[in-house]
């Protein structure tokens, strides 16, 4: 749940809002929910069977060497190096977003300068142990949890029923094409928002039990976390009127949760919490490119990716190109979020959120789907302690979901064409995996290496005396 949580809500609020045109924004959350936990199942019943370090790469590697060898695997690394610093970009977003009310004279290129120096600190506090990084990030995600609730309590001390239950004239209407456009985007914005949910999956190889804990700890984090942020987007509507959020010059659209303390306990608190808020978003930048820089460096040590990214440093063992390849995605993600095209009509962040989702459907979220029927037949006799509820229909709803996320986000974004950069990426990545097999003479230059390891062999018949 602290993975999920960081800075999202509190600059995606607003968002939300613009994406629904009026307080029936509670929907997406709804609907992200429910994508998250039939995805979630997914993620359980792989994490539960094949409970190992790595995740989607991991699940990718077992289902599809059978006929493409280690390119699945391969392209997941690849799209990972960009969605991961991504979701980072817009926390540094968030960041300068914030910073803004209390430096309400900050200039664009003054946010600049601000936001590329938060990554270069972050990767410079992630230039050490992780031991020490460990005492680090509890701090800051102890303060996240007490911004979080301290915006929620704000709220309800001075809530008006009328401004957050007051829906427009024809809020939704099913049959009209713009409703499914601001559903769309707002399915995209709410998942964005409860990405982390599979962060149990990643720690596979350390779980006790993974077929019981895998799918509670997944399914219990959603349901806790949608919790938090419904009541985190009826508090705001009852304390800030919502086409107020749709003003791209107001404080409500570009700092909500400030605007809510401010109008509830006064200047002094609104200032005392966002600087909470702006350590929350710091925290999320810092802990998502210490999981993220990781991420390569296990395919290669595992020899599904550059060797260079298996290296890590001599003295403080982490791994080096990792953490640096995504600091700088990090930093251009941020920078060009800001300079392409009309930000007051598209926000750096709508942009940064379609980018990455786009991206992340391919290889992770259709792949990981297609990977649990795979190998319920090509691994029929894996121990699978938890097997997904109502198989097939999960996978299902949320392949279902992800294609509407993926379908509608040219929509979302118009002149930006995600669909484009993210099929351009997978194609930049298939060119870099050809090379990569050329090098080490594997498929397609050479034969495949098939490794069922977590298949237990049949026990032999014992010999006769």
């Not at 790595?54 to 060497?65: K, N, V």
């Not at 799209?79 to 817009?90: G, R």
């Not at 938890?386 to 949320?398: D, I, K, T």
């Amino acid at each position: 749940m602290s993975q999920m949580c960081g800075i999202g809500p509190f600059v995606t609020i607003p968002l939300m809002v613009a994406a629904f045109g009026g307080p029936q924004a509670v929907i997406g959350w709804i609907a992200g929910a429910v994508l998250a936990l039939v995805d979630g199942l997914v993620w359980a019943e792989l994490g539960a069977s094949l409970p190992g370090s790595g995740g989607s790469y991991l699940y990718l590697r077992e289902a599809f060497q059978y006929r493409s060898g280690r390119l699945m695997p391969f392209l997941f690394v690849w799209t990972a190096m960009l969605f991961i610093p991504l979701i980072m970009s817009t926390g540094v977003v968030g960041f300068v977003q914030y910073l803004g009310y209390l430096w309400p004279g900050m200039t664009g290129g003054q946010g600049d300068l601000v936001g590329l120096a938060l990554v270069a600190l972050v990767v410079l506090l992630l230039w050490r142990r992780v031991e020490s990084i460990a005492r680090i990030t509890t701090v800051m995600w102890a303060v996240m949890i007490v911004s979080v609730g301290a915006v929620i309590l704000a709220s309800y001390t001075h809530f008006s029923a009328d401004r957050a239950f007051t829906w427009p004239d024809h809020a939704i209407q099913l049959t009209h094409g713009q409703f499914w456009i601001g559903f769309a985007a707002g399915l995209t914005i709410g998942i964005y928002d409860y990405l982390g949910y599979n962060t149990a999956a990643y720690l596979g190889a350390e779980v006790k039990n993974p077929g019981r804990v895998m799918p509670r700890a997944i399914i219990y984090s959603i349901v806790g976390i949608m919790g938090i942020y419904l009541l985190l987007q009826v508090g705001v509507l009852g304390v800030v009127d919502w086409k107020e959020m749709l003003d791209p010059k107001s404080v409500a659209s570009q700092s909500v949760a400030s605007a809510v303390l401010e109008r509830t306990w006064g200047r002094g608190a609104a200032d005392v919490v966002t600087v909470l808020i702006l350590v929350t978003a710091l925290a999320s930048v810092l802990t998502g490119l210490l999981g993220g820089s990781r991420v390569p460096y296990d395919a290669a040590r595992d020899g599904v990716f550059f060797k260079a990214y298996g290296r890590l440093h001599r003295k403080h063992g982490f791994p080096v190109y990792g953490l640096l390849t995504m600091g700088a995605v990090t930093a251009a993600g941020f920078y060009l979020s800001r300079h392409v095209g009309n930000s007051a009509a598209h926000p750096p962040l709508t942009i940064l959120i379609d980018l990455l989702t786009t991206v992340m459907v391919i290889v992770q979220a259709l792949a990981q789907i297609v990977a649990v029927t795979v190998l319920r037949r090509r691994q029929a006799a894996l121990a699978r302690p938890y097997r997904m509820w109502l198989y097939p229909l999960p996978s299902v709803v949320a392949a279902v979901g992800w294609l509407v996320i993926y379908g509608y986000a040219d929509k979302n974004s118009p002149g930006y064409h995600p669909i484009e950069w993210s099929l351009a990426w997978v194609a930049a990545g298939c060119a870099a995996f050809l090379l990569w097999a050329r090098t080490e003479r594997t498929w397609p230059f050479g034969p495949k290496d098939i490794r069922e390891e977590y298949l237990v062999p049949e026990a032999e018949e014992p010999v006769p005396a």
